[in-house]
Structure formats: structure tokens, C-alpha cells
């Protein structure tokens, strides 16, 4: 995604989850910033009660099909940012009680504040907002192509020497951030800034007063990195994903509150216990409704689980639409909820299960179901306004080109569907480039074979183009020749033909 149309016009007119100093009343799209693992960071300016608008960066946690599934493989849940209030909201405050902790013990680096939480009714999906920070990531230093002569002192540029600087800098600042989140009992975030994760580098960005961690929320379990194993299984939080340890966290604001008192004042120390019971308490409930087994063993027979688990799905089937107001009511005021269909129907995966549970669930999908079924022109109209959004979609995302051929629902759109499920987007591209070529086939007008465009997008690459345009201009003559011979054109059409010249077939 890159331009605003990608997204929906309006990602929501009322904020339902107000939070932090920021409290919006409408949020517009300005543009795509980047699609991570977990979420796809927005810039959006938010206007407030006041009329005041503010840039900032909304990341909507929406993942992939494989986000999601590692997800649920580990935990048994739906993505937590995703769709569990307290999970958004522990977001919220593992931002501000980082910033001041990285204030007072690394003050050349910084975190994008967090602004405000809240739901997003058109993605399905929580958003957290924070700081909109104009900075870069690093430049990387280029291949030693001579590696033994540049490792000599006397050889190398001073743009060398620069650039490898950079590096060095933000990998040794990369090690005390990590350093401090874990002797702060901030383990599961020291996984963002660690240098041994894959990614971690394009966390943070470099501003003119230093660097910004901008991203200090985890797409996958932090799985990859032993130290990370032995702390979930020694917090027997197994596999950790942005876990706290509330008691390592309090001792270490105790043994350090002086430090902190001085740096930040003692309102500033005030407010940082604040946000970190906040921070315990809606960590812990989040965890508590998940199943996860591997962190839990088997917490079916806990009380405590049963009321937070049921709680939590009721809550997330009425936010993104699967019950109706009345159905969620029935639900809350009994004590059903693994023997309904609705639940075992949601574990189908992807719109299937969505869907089905809305069928379950809410009177209003069951009526518009029906008049599908039995209306052809509703039909029609519904199928219509599906093709025509996923084709825009493709055609934003480059599987499609712009100046594509109109597609209607049929097996042609359904190839497409399936292959935007199931390929990268080059993929698709070049297999809806490869059967849309309409050059005449070398195995003659009745041959099921190759066209020779075909053969030739398969072989040449693009400094090719002019020997492709005239292979395939001879070829084209050729068929035509043959077509004329065979009676199947006539003489005038053989020459409207040959008035192209070979530019004309270009591809």
C-alpha cells in the first residue's frame, strides 16, 4: 500500500477506546509509512475537541494469514493487538514507562510517545498511535569487493570510515537499550532492539538529536534468541512476546527510584508507578484470556481463565460484528459458550470462519445471506462491488497493471483471487503478463503451444527488448502469411497488418 486510496476512506469518525494526552474525535489518512509483520504504520492527522490537528503515526494491527497463525500456534488466540483491549492498552504503557526509562539511563536515544489507543471498526483491528518522527534508518556500508586491502587502516575513504561509524554507533546503542531492558525487568522488549534479532536495526531511526525507537511492538515470539528462551522459561511465560516482569520491574525502580527522582522529578516518579501497575495489571489480564498452553499447561479448569476468556470473546465477536446486540445480550446472560456453533465455526480460518459466525450471530448477515441466495440482481450487485474492490486492490498492490482489461466475476477473477492468496506480488504479475501476450503460436492457428512473446519473456531479459520486438514482428508476419494462405484472412487484413511496423508490438 502506498497512497491513501488503499486504504478506506474513513478509518473511523468516533474514537471508541480514548487514551493518553491525545483524545481524537475524527482521524483522516494521509499516507502509507510501511507494512511491518504486525501492523501497517499510517500517517494520520488526528483532530481533537478543540479542532487542533495533530500528525501522527497510527499502526493498525492488522497481520498476514502467517502472522496470525503463528499467533494462534503458540497462544491459541487471536492476535493480541489485534483484537484484546488490554494487550493494546499494554502497548500503550510499556511505551511511556520505556521513554522515561530510557530518559534517565540512555539520554542520547528516545521513543516515539505514545498518543492514544483505540478501535478501528473499518480494518477490524486495534491501532496505537504515537509521534510522527522525520527521520531515516542507516546506510549501510557497501560490499568489500577488495576485503584484504580495505581491512588496512592507510586504504580506506573517509566515507568508508563514516559510514561504518554509523553502524558502530546504533549496534553499541542497540546493546545498552537491550542491556537496560532486561536488568529493568523489561525483558520481552529487549527482543526490539536486540542485535541478534533479524530485523531489529529498522526499529529505530536516526533524527538530528539521535536515534527514535520507533517500533516496540513484537510481530512474532521471541523464539529465536536463547536468552529470550531461558527468560520465558524461567518467567514460565514460554514463548515470551513483549512480556514484563512486574517483580524485576518494581525492585528496579526502587533501587534506582534516586536516580530517577533527579532526572525526572518527583511528580515525573509518580507518574512512572502509575503507568507501571497500569502496565502490570493490563498485561496480566491479557495474558490471563489466552489459552496458551505452552505458558500456561492446561488453564481450562481455572476459574479465573474460564470468566476472562468468556469475557474476552463475547467482547471481540460484538466489537467486530459476529453478534448483534440482542444475540450478545442472550450470550452474556448465560453461561453457554464452547457447546454454541458460533464458537467452533470461528476456528475455520481466514473470512470463512468470519463469515460463518456472522451467520450465526447476527440477524442482520442472515437476512442479507438469504437475499443473496434468492435475488439475482442482489446477486449481481454484490458480486460486482467484490470484484471491482479486490481489482482496485490488485491493481494498487501491481499484481494487475492499471490499463488491465475490465474483469467480471468469472475464472479469470478467481485465478486472480488465488493467486493473490497464495503468491508474492512479482509472481502474479508476471503469470497474468505471461497468459495475457496475444502474439500468433508457433505451432500454427490449430497448435495448442507457447506464443513465441511467451517463449521470449520466459528467455531475455530487458536489454532484449529490441531483439524481442523484431523476433516477434517477424513471427507475427509469418502467422499472418500462413492465415492468408490457409484462407482464414483475407488480402486486406494482411495488409492492415503489415502497416504496424515492429514498434507497434513492443512488449
Known amino acids: 500500500m502506498q497512497q491513501q486510496s488503499q486504504?478506506?476512506?474513513?478509518?473511523?469518525?468516533?474514537?471508541?477506546?480514548?487514551?493518553?494526552?491525545?483524545?481524537?474525535?475524527?482521524?483522516?489518512?494521509?499516507?502509507?509509512?510501511?507494512?511491518?509483520?504486525?501492523?501497517?504504520?499510517?500517517?494520520?492527522?488526528?483532530?481533537?475537541?478543540?479542532g487542533r490537528e495533530t500528525e501522527c503515526v497510527e499502526k493498525i494491527f492488522a497481520p498476514g494469514l502467517l502472522t496470525r497463525f503463528i499467533y494462534r500456534a503458540f497462544f491459541q488466540a487471536p492476535f493480541?493487538?489485534?483484537?484484546?483491549?488490554?494487550?493494546?492498552?499494554?502497548?500503550?504503557?510499556?511505551?511511556?514507562?520505556?521513554?522515561?526509562l530510557i530518559r534517565v539511563f540512555v539520554p542520547e536515544a528516545a521513543i516515539a510517545e505514545p498518543l492514544y489507543v483505540r478501535w478501528n471498526p473499518e480494518e477490524g483491528a486495534y491501532s496505537l498511535a504515537a509521534e510522527f518522527i522525520k527521520g531515516r534508518g542507516i546506510r549501510p556500508a557497501p560490499a568489500f569487493t577488495r576485503?584484504?586491502?580495505?581491512?588496512?587502516?592507510?586504504?580506506?575513504?573517509?566515507?568508508?570510515?563514516?559510514?561504518?561509524?554509523?553502524?558502530?554507533?546504533?549496534?553499541?546503542l542497540m546493546s545498552r537499550?537491550?542491556?537496560?531492558?532486561?536488568?529493568?525487568?523489561?525483558?520481552?522488549?529487549?527482543?526490539?532492539?536486540?542485535?541478534?534479532?533479524?530485523?531489529?536495526?529498522?526499529?529505530?531511526?536516526?533524527?538530528?538529536?539521535?536515534?527514535?525507537?520507533?517500533?516496540?511492538?513484537?510481530?512474532?515470539?521471541?523464539?529465536?534468541?536463547?536468552?529470550y528462551v531461558l527468560a520465558g522459561l524461567r518467567l514460565k511465560s514460554w514463548p515470551l512476546f513483549d512480556d514484563v516482569d512486574p517483580?524485576?520491574?518494581?525492585?528496579?525502580?526502587?533501587?534506582?527510584?534516586?536516580?530517577?527522582?533527579?532526572?525526572?522529578?518527583?511528580?515525573?516518579?509518580?507518574?512512572?508507578?502509575?503507568?507501571?501497575?497500569?502496565?502490570?495489571?493490563?498485561?496480566?489480564?491479557?495474558k490471563a484470556a489466552e489459552v496458551s498452553m505452552f505458558r500456561s499447561g492446561l488453564p481450562f479448569l481455572s476459574s479465573e481463565f474460564q470468566s476472562r476468556y468468556r469475557q474476552q470473546t463475547l467482547d471481540h465477536w460484538c466489537r467486530t460484528g459476529r453478534t448483534d446486540s440482542e444475540t450478545d445480550q442472550r450470550f452474556r446472560n448465560s453461561a453457554r459458550l464452547y457447546s454454541r456453533p458460533i464458537y467452533w465455526?470461528?476456528?475455520?480460518?481466514g473470512g470463512l470462519g468470519k463469515g460463518l459466525q456472522k451467520l450465526c450471530g447476527n440477524r442482520e448477515a442472515r437476512k442479507r445471506f438469504r437475499l443473496f441466495c434468492t435475488?439475482?440482481?442482489?446477486?449481481?450487485?454484490?458480486?460486482?462491488?467484490?470484484?471491482?474492490?479486490?481489482?482496485?486492490?490488485?491493481?494498487?498492490?501491481?499484481?494487475?497493471?492499471?490499463k488491465s482489461k475490465p474483469v467480471t466475476f468469472g475464472l479469470m477473477f478467481l485465478v486472480h483471487w488465488i493467486l493473490s492468496k497464495v503468491t508474492p506480488t512479482r509472481v502474479h504479475r508476471l503469470s497474468h503478463q505471461f497468459r495475457s501476450v496475444p502474439?500468433?503460436?508457433?505451432?500454427?492457428?490449430?497448435?495448442?503451444?507457447?506464443?513465441?512473446?511467451?517463449?521470449?519473456?520466459?528467455?531475455?531479459?530487458?536489454?532484449?527488448?529490441?531483439?524481442?520486438?523484431?523476433?516477434?514482428?517477424?513471427?507475427?508476419?509469418?502467422?499472418i502469411e500462413q492465415c492468408v494462405g490457409r484462407m482464414r484472412l483475407t488480402g486486406e487484413t494482411n495488409s492492415s497488418a503489415a502497416s504496424f511496423g515492429s514498434n507497434s508490438w513492443a512488449f
Open 80 to 100: 493480541g493487538y489485534q483484537a484484546n483491549r488490554d494487550a493494546i492498552f499494554a502497548c500503550y504503557y510499556r511505551r511511556r514507562v520505556a521513554s522515561q
Open 147 to 172: 576485503r584484504l586491502r580495505n581491512s588496512l587502516p592507510w586504504s580506506k575513504t573517509p566515507q568508508q570510515d563514516a559510514e561504518q561509524g554509523e553502524i558502530d554507533e546504533l549496534l553499541s
Open 375 to 402: 435475488d439475482r440482481d442482489y446477486r449481481k450487485h454484490r458480486l460486482g462491488g467484490f470484484v471491482d474492490r479486490k481489482v482496485v486492490q490488485f491493481r494498487q498492490e501491481q499484481r494487475l497493471e492499471s
Open 439 to 479: 502474439y500468433p503460436r508457433w505451432k500454427g492457428s490449430q497448435g495448442r503451444g507457447l506464443t513465441s512473446s511467451q517463449w521470449l519473456m520466459l528467455v531475455s531479459s530487458k536489454r532484449d527488448l529490441p531483439v524481442h520486438n523484431s523476433i516477434d514482428a517477424d513471427s507475427l508476419f509469418r502467422g
Open 345 to 349: 465455526v470461528g476456528m475455520l480460518p
Open 247 to 286: 517483580q524485576g520491574l518494581t525492585a528496579f525502580i526502587d533501587q534506582n527510584s534516586q536516580q530517577i527522582e533527579e532526572a525526572i522529578g518527583e511528580d515525573g516518579l509518580a507518574d512512572l508507578r502509575c503507568d507501571i501497575d497500569s502496565l502490570i495489571a493490563h498485561s496480566k489480564a491479557w
Open 7 to 50: 486504504l478506506n476512506p474513513q478509518i473511523s469518525d468516533s474514537i471508541s477506546e480514548p487514551g493518553g494526552r491525545l483524545q481524537p474525535t475524527h482521524v483522516e489518512p494521509v499516507r502509507v509509512l510501511g507494512n511491518g509483520r504486525a501492523a501497517t504504520a499510517v500517517l494520520v492527522s488526528a483532530t481533537d475537541y478543540s
Open 177 to 227: 537499550l537491550e542491556t537496560l531492558f532486561r536488568e529493568s525487568g523489561m525483558v520481552g522488549s529487549g527482543w526490539q532492539v536486540s542485535k541478534s534479532a533479524v530485523v531489529s536495526t529498522a526499529n529505530l531511526l536516526r533524527t538530528e538529536s539521535g536515534y527514535v525507537v520507533v517500533d516496540l511492538e513484537s510481530g512474532i515470539p521471541a523464539i529465536l534468541v536463547m536468552h
